[in-house]
Each structure stands twice: as structure tokens, then as C-alpha cells.
């Protein structure tokens, strides 16, 4: 079963300031997440104020920001930014 996806306004207002090449690179992403039978392994723990959520690295300045929900196989896009702005939500 595979898991299904939310986006908040907040991730996809992000989403339409980045770049269509950008844009591509997190449709992939996305797509793999949505497609593994553990996502997780595709991401990187956050700890701190931010220890339920994960971050894949987009390049070396932008990040997305995701967070799941075990009981409903849902991960929920919580941000697409910058390392700096990881750490505002």
C-alpha cells in the first residue's frame, strides 16, 4: 500500500517560488516517497523543536520538510527552504 501525500498551502505556496527545475526535483522526490514501503530511510531525523519531523535535501541550500502520519500511511509536506529557514516552522 502506498502512502498518500498532504500539502498545506503553506508548502505549496513554497512550492510555486521555486524553479521548474526545482519543481521537478521535488515532484521525484515525492513520487519515491509515495512509492517506498518506508520513507523514512529516504530522509534525515530532525531533532530539537523539530524532533517528529524529517528533511530530504534538495541541493545544498534547499530542503523539504515533511512530517508522517503512521495510522493513516500519510506524509504530510510541511516546507520546501532553505537550512536556515528548516528551523522557523
Known amino acids: 500500500m502506498s502512502w498518500n501525500v498532504v500539502a498545506p498551502h503553506t508548502f505549496k505556496s513554497l512550492y510555486k517560488k521555486k524553479s521548474s527545475h526545482e519543481q521537478g526535483k521535488i515532484n521525484k522526490i515525492i513520487r519515491d516517497l509515495m512509492s517506498s514501503p518506508n520513507p523514512r ?3 534525515e531525523k530532525k531533532h530539537g523543536p523539530l524532533g517528529e ?4 535535501d ?3 541550500s534547499s530542503r523539504i520538510v515533511l512530517a508522517f502520519v ?6 504530510r509536506l510541511l516546507r ?10
Open 70 to 75: 503512521d495510522d493513516k500511511k500519510e506524509i
Open 80 to 89: 520546501v527552504c532553505s537550512h536556515k529557514e528548516t528551523y522557523t516552522i
Open 53 to 56: 519531523c524529517y528533511s530530504i
Open 58 to 60: 534538495l541541493s545544498r
Open 41 to 43: 530511510v529516504m530522509c
